[in-house]
C-alpha cells in the first residue's frame, strides 16, 4: 500500500514544516545527548573502574552496537505502527534505560544498561529521516535532513559539555546523569512538536515485497553500499578521533582537566553549521559532489591535529568535524532517496553500518593509540576517509544527484 497520492508534503515555511524540523531537532538532540555523553568522561571512567583507555571507550561502543543492530527491527515495527508512534516509544523507552545508567554498581553492569539503552535509542534514527521524506515536500527534503543532522551535532555536544563539566565538580555518574536528564527533556518536546503523520501508510502483510525482500534488495544496491560505507568508514574514524584525543590532552605537554577537554566538542558546532549548509549546497550543485569536497576537508583537519600547540589542534577539529558532518549529512539524506522500495529498511541500514563502524573501528583505534600514539589515530582515519572517498566516487557517479 502506499501513501495517498494527492499528499506531496508540508511545504516549506508552513507551520507543519517548521514543526516537523524542530521536533525532530530535538529527536537529535535527546538520542545524541545520551548516546556521546560519556565520550567526555572516559578518563574519568577508567580511573573510577581502573581499566584502560581501549576499555573505558567500550561503554560508547557497548550503546553504539545496541544501535547498530536494533535500527533494522525498528524500521520493521514502524512499518506496522507508524513513524512517530514508533520515535515516541523508543525515546520514552532510552530516556529510562539512560537514567540507570549512572547508577551502575560494576563496569560489567553499565555496558549492560548502555547496550540496552543504545538499543532503544536505535529507533530515532532508524526512523528520522523517512518520517522526514515522507512529510515535507520533496523538493525541500534535503535541507530539511540537514537541520535534522545539525540536532544530531548540538545533542553530541550538549551530552558532552554537560558531563564533562558535571564531572568534575562531583563525579562521572553525576555528569551522565545530568545528560540524560537534558535528553528527557529533549524527549518531550519531540513528542509535544511532531505532526501527526499524514505521508504513513502501514505496511500490509502479503502486499508488496516483504521485510527481507526490502532489505536484500537495498543490500544488492551498489549505490546504497556506496552510501553504507561511508557511514561505516567515516563514522569509524570520527569516533576513534574524539575517543581517543582526550587520552592525548591529559599527557604531557597538555595535562588538561576533565571540564577543560570537555570543551574541546564545541568544535561539534562546526557540523552543526556544514550539515545545513551541505543540505543547501547539495540541492543547487548536486550531493555527490558537495560529499567528495567534503573528504579532503576531513583529510585537512586530521593533518593539523598532529601539532603540539593546542590552538592549532582545536583548528585541525574544527575543520575535521566540518568535512565530516558534510559528508554523512548528505549521504544520510540521499539514503532514502536512492531507493524506491523499503525506504525504511535503506535508511535503518545506513544507520546500521554507521553505528557499526562507529563500534568497531572507534575501539579498533585505541589499539593504534596505544601502539602509535596520536599519529596512529590519525593515520588511521586519514586511511579511512580516502577509502570511503574512492568508494563514493566509483558507486555514486551515475546516481540521481538532486
Known sequence: MSPPEAWEGHPKGSRAYNRMLWALFFAGVATFSQLYSVQSVLTSIADGFSISAA?????????????????????WVADRLGRKRTMTWAISAAVAFGLLVPLAPTFELML???????????????????YLNEEVQRLHAAVAAGTYVAGTTIGGLSGRLVAGPVTDLFDWRAGVLAASLMAAVAAVAFVWLAPAPRGFAAVVRGVGPQWSQRIAHNLRSPRQLGLYSQGFLLMGGFVAVYNYLGFRLELPPFGLPVAVISLLFLAYLA??????????????????RVMLVGIPV??????????DSLPLIIVGLVIFTGGFFTVHSVAAGWTPRLTEVGRAQASSLYNF?????SSLIGWVG????????????????????????????STLRDAPNH
Do not use: D, H, K
Not at 549492560?112 to 523517512?130: D, T
Not at 589499539?367 to 579511512?384: P, R, S
Open 271 to 288: 557540523g552543526t553549521v556544514t550539515s545545513r549548509v551541505a543540505g543547501t549546497l547539495a540541492a543547487r550543485f548536486g550531493r555527490l
Open 353 to 357: 553500518f554507521y553505528y557499526a563502524g
Open 366 to 393: 585505541g589499539f593504534f593509540f596505544g601502539g602509535f600514539g596520536w599519529t596512529g589515530v590519525v593515520l588511521f582515519a586519514i586511511g579511512l576517509a580516502l577509502i570511503a572517498g574512492i568508494v563514493a566516487a
Open 298 to 307: 576531513i583529510v585537512i583537519g586530521l593533518i593539523i591535529t598532529l601539532a
Open 112 to 130: 549492560v544498561l548502555r547496550f540496552v539503552e543504545g538499543a532503544a535509542l536505535g529507533g530515532i534514527p532508524a526512523i528520522a529521516l523517512v
Open 55 to 75: 576499555q573505558a571507550a567500550l561503554t560508547v561502543s557497548a550503546a553504539t552496537i545496541g544501535l547498530a543492530l536494533a535500527v533494522i527491527p525498528w524500521s
